[in-house]
Nanobody, 122 residues
Framework: QVQLVESGGGLVQAGGSLRLSCVVSGTIISIDAMGWYRQAPGRQRELVARLTASGTTAFGEFVKGRFTISRDNAKLYTVTLQMNSLKPEDTAVYYC???????????????WGQGTQVTVSS
């Protein structure tokens, strides 16, 4: 069984920073990519940032250099999203995603965390 545990959400003033972390646990061989998505009320879930196992990154257009995504080489299957210069429009529930998790004898699966609230006040 695979579990994603997120941490680091909260309330911050506009211009501030937050760091989100996600740890994937389970009997895992590899994960093709990990990333963060967000969903604001009344809107569709959208990509924030994604990092592949080979180091390729992708960001939502709204990020515009404000966020970085990285993995912790000391901890397997941990990804961190550093968010700087936050704006009120960044307010949303942020979800961690692990894509194509490979386990022995099982087909690859994708999995989502439960989400962590990020609120940016003006």
């Amino acid at each position: 069984q695979v579990q994603l545990v997120e941490s680091g959400g909260g309330l911050v003033q506009a211009g501030g920073s937050l760091r989100l972390s996600c740890v994937v646990s389970g009997t895992i061989i590899s994960i093709d990519a990990m990333g963060w998505y967000r969903q604001a009320p009344g809107r569709q879930r959208e990509l924030v940032a994604r990092l592949t196992a080979s180091g390729t990154t992708a960001f939502g257009e709204f990020v515009k250099g404000r966020f970085t995504i990285s993995r912790d080489n000391a901890k397997l299957y941990t990804v961190t999203l550093q968010m700087n210069s936050l704006k009120p429009e960044d307010t949303a529930v942020y979800y961690c995603n692990a894509d194509r998790i490979r386990r022995i004898g099982l087909p690859p699966v994708s999995s989502w965390g439960q989400g962590t609230q990020v609120t940016v006040s003006s």
